[in-house]
Structure formats: structure tokens, C-alpha cells
């Protein structure tokens, strides 16, 4: 009797451990068919047990399935290097001894443990091109290096043919990275954690236009001479293509002046550079001027302080009082298609504390702005997260991530 795909996408899908999966790759060919696209669809591999990633190097099949992959990079390049020595040295020891007792050494580390050797991080990151390079499906991809040392690594993405969806980056902006993005026309989620200015002589790619992401392949300017110096210059240099870009996540706000004019982007999270309040309106020009030149409206902005100071905070003083508390119900009053509203009361005196101080406070803000659902009141780093349940009741919820509204709301 034959039993339909359907059943089998049932059956695996009901399957909690991914050891049973794995079983059920070699009860048959339907089954194997069906549980490896589920067994190899999301990975995490780390350079700490490099196994995995030696098989999808070694595996175009089985890395075709792979559509959402995690690096993670654990180790520092020095200790890499320390180990390396480390092992140089046992070697040496155990061949001065006899033979006996290397051969007895070494049949213990094959099969005692079953734990993989690590690898030098420089011979990691070369399978890991490998692997790449075979996961033509992938479509979400994380790189987690948990080293910046280590993070002038982007060549690891030379030759890939895949083209993402979502891509959390801590790879250096360098001219590999940009090369890389150059060539992703469908990624709409990236999380970058390094942008710099680069000097025009390190970029050996063809120039793209900042303007018109559709013609960036057609946009070519003259070479220059390797011997020419380079000039720190962040507006005649090329940005990335991705002309459906929607959500950018930076802490570098250079990032955002670069890369939002004639992209779609809807959703930003990114920081203030400066602590002096000049640079931080100067900084906020900028920005607002580069959201102008976006192709979509912002629905999303979340804009971080790198140091919250004393003065900073009573440039303007709160809880807001007489003609201010009016200007800003006033402006509430504008901003019609406001969902989500989060207000500092750090600097209140005194603070509310008690949830019926939360509500009533949300309550109010709703009177001008009814189109509110969440309020976020934050206290000294502390948040606190008032939304209308069922009914347009307002309650305090306790399992809200405030940190990733900006994304969701």
C-alpha cells in the first residue's frame, strides 16, 4: 500500500528528538527523502566540533537541504595558535617515547570520548568556504564570532550562490563583505556589527551606486592605480545592492546614511555615536535625512545612547509639565497610526512603580493616541510593558521581549 507524502510529512513532523529523525532516514527512501530535508533544514555548526561542517564541505546533496544555518566561532585566533603549540609538543613527547606507549595513546583518543579534535581556526574557516559554497538553498544565515579579532573573515562568502533572506553579520565591513552583499538581491533582514568608512584604493570591486540600487551592476568608474593612495572619502564609495532591504539593524548610524536612500527600509535599530547633545542632533539630522530618501515609510525605529548622562536627560526635564504636557498630547494627537510608545520615566520623582500607576499613565496616553496597543515605561534600564488584552483591557505583560518590538510591531 502506498502511503502518501503527506503522511510522512506528518509523521516527522511529529517527531521531538533529532536522533529518532536520524533513525528515520534509513527505514526508506520516502522516509529518508522527507526526514533529511527536516533533519538538515536548521543547523548550527561551530568550530569547536568542526564534523558538521566537514560533511556539508563534503556533501553538495545533503548541503542543498540546508536552508537556515548558525556559525557560531568560539575559539580566539591565539588560543587556536596555543593549541596548535600545545599539540606540536605532545607529539614530539610521545614519539621520544616508545612505541608501545604512542600506540596505546593513541588508540585511546580514537575511541575513547568520540568528542572531535578541534581544528586550527585558519584550517576551519577554509572548510567552512567549502561548505558554503555547497548550501546553495540557504536562505537565513548567522555568523557568530564571538572574537572580533576574528572577524576579517568575509572571504569565507567568495563564491556563494545562494541569496538570503536574513543575515546576522560579525564579519569587518571590508571589500569581501561588501562584494558579498553587492550580489544579494532578495535579503530583506540584515543585522550588521561592524561599518566603517573604507578607503576607495581597498575596494577592487566595481562601484555601486548609493542611489539606485537597480542599476548598481551598470554603474563603473575608472580603476585605480594600486600604487594610488587611498582617501577617506564614505560618500563617492559604493554601497550594497539589496533593493528589498526592510530592516537594518546597526549600531553604527554611517550605516543607516548609507545604505537607507532608494532602499524600501521599514524597520531600524541603531545607536547614537557621539555623548555630547550637538553631535547627537547633528547625528539625528543625518539620519532622518537618509530615511527621507527611503522608498518606504518607517514603521520602526529604535535608536540607542551609547552614554546616558545627567545633562542628556535634563535637557528635557520630565515628567512633562503645563505647555510641554500639551505639545506632546498635541503631537500624540498627529501621530494617528502609532502602535507602540515607550517614555522614560527614569528621571521622575516620584516614579511609578505600582502596576495601577502603569495602567492609569497608559490610560492616559491612550485618550490622545487611541490607536496605542503597547505603552513601555522604563526605569532606569528596567522596562515595563503595558498592552490591551482581550477586550482593550490594559495589563501588564510579563512575557512581552520589548528589546524585539521594533521587529514585530
Known amino acids: 500500500m502506498e502511503v502518501s507524502l503527506e503522511v510522512y510529512r506528518d509523521i516527522v513532523r511529529n517527531v521531538a528528538h533529532r536522533s529518532d529523525i536520524a533513525t528515520l532516514c534509513r527505514v526508506s527512501r520516502a522516509f529518508r527523502h522527507t526526514a533529511e530535508r527536516a533533519l538538515y533544514n536548521t543547523l548550527t555548526v561551530s568550530d569547536e566540533d568542526p564534523r558538521l561542517t566537514t560533511t556539508l564541505a563534503g556533501s553538495p546533496r545533503i548541503a542543498f537541504l540546508v536552508v537556515a544555518l548558525t556559525v557560531q566561532i568560539r575559539r580566539r585566533r591565539q588560543d587556536s595558535e596555543e593549541e596548535e603549540h600545545d599539540e606540536e609538543d605532545e607529539q614530539s613527547e610521545s614519539e621520544t617515547s616508545g612505541d ?41 544565515l548567522t555568523v557568530d564570532i564571538a572574537d572580533p579579532a576574528d572577524a576579517a573573515n568575509a572571504r569565507v562568502l567568495d563564491s556563494c550562490l545562494f541569496q538570503l533572506r536574513t543575515f546576522h553579520c560579525d564579519f569587518d565591513w571590508d571589500r569581501a563583505l561588501l562584494a558579498f552583499l553587492s550580489s544579494q538581491h532578495t535579503l530583506h533582514d540584515l543585522s550588521l556589527r561592524d561599518y566603517r568608512d573604507l578607503e576607495i584604493s581597498d575596494v577592487s570591486h566595481p562601484p555601486i551606486s548609493m542611489d539606485d540600487p537597480s542599476h548598481a551592476s551598470d554603474t563603473l568608474e575608472p580603476s585605480i592605480p594600486p600604487d594610488t593612495p587611498g582617501t577617506r572619502h564614505s560618500q563617492s564609495l559604493p554601497s550594497p545592492s539589496l533593493p528589498v532591504l526592510a530592516t537594518l539593524e546597526c549600531t553604527f548610524f554611517e550605516a543607516v546614511v548609507a545604505l537607507a536612500p532608494a532602499r524600501p527600509l521599514a524597520r531600524l535599530k541603531t545607536c547614537f555615536s557621539r555623548p555630547d547633545s550637538a553631535g547627537k542632533r547633528a547625528e539625528l539630522l543625518a539620519l532622518l535625512a537618509a530615511l527621507r530618501q527611503s522608498t518606504h515609510p518607517i514603521s520602526a525605529l529604535d535608536i540607542a545612547d551609547t552614554a546616558y548622562t545627567e545633562s542628556g536627560s535634563m535637557e528635557c526635564p520630565t515628567p512633562l509639565g503645563g505647555r510641554k504636557r500639551l505639545q506632546f498630547y498635541g503631537l500624540l494627537m498627529r501621530l494617528k497610526l502609532l502602535r507602540c510608545l515607550e517614555v522614560d520615566v527614569t528621571a521622575w520623582s516620584p516614579p511609578p512603580s505600582s502596576p495601577r500607576a502603569f495602567r492609569a499613565l497608559a490610560a492616559e496616553l491612550r485618550l490622545y493616541c487611541p490607536n496605542v496597543t503597547t505603552v513601555i515605561f522604563v526605569h532606569e534600564f528596567e522596562r515595563t510593558v503595558i498592552s490591551t488584552g482581550t477586550g482593550g483591557v490594559l495589563q501588564i505583560d510579563e512575557d512581552a521581549s520589548p528589546e524585539l518590538f521594533w521587529r514585530e510591531i
Open 100 to 140: 608501545g606507549v604512542s600506540a596505546s595513546a593513541s588508540g585511546r583518543s580514537t575511541f575513547e570520548g568520540g568528542a572531535s579534535t578541534p581544528l586550527p581556526l585558519d584550517n576551519y574557516w577554509t572548510i567552512l568556504a567549502g561548505a558554503l559554497r555547497n548550501t546553495t538553498g540557504l536562505r537565513h
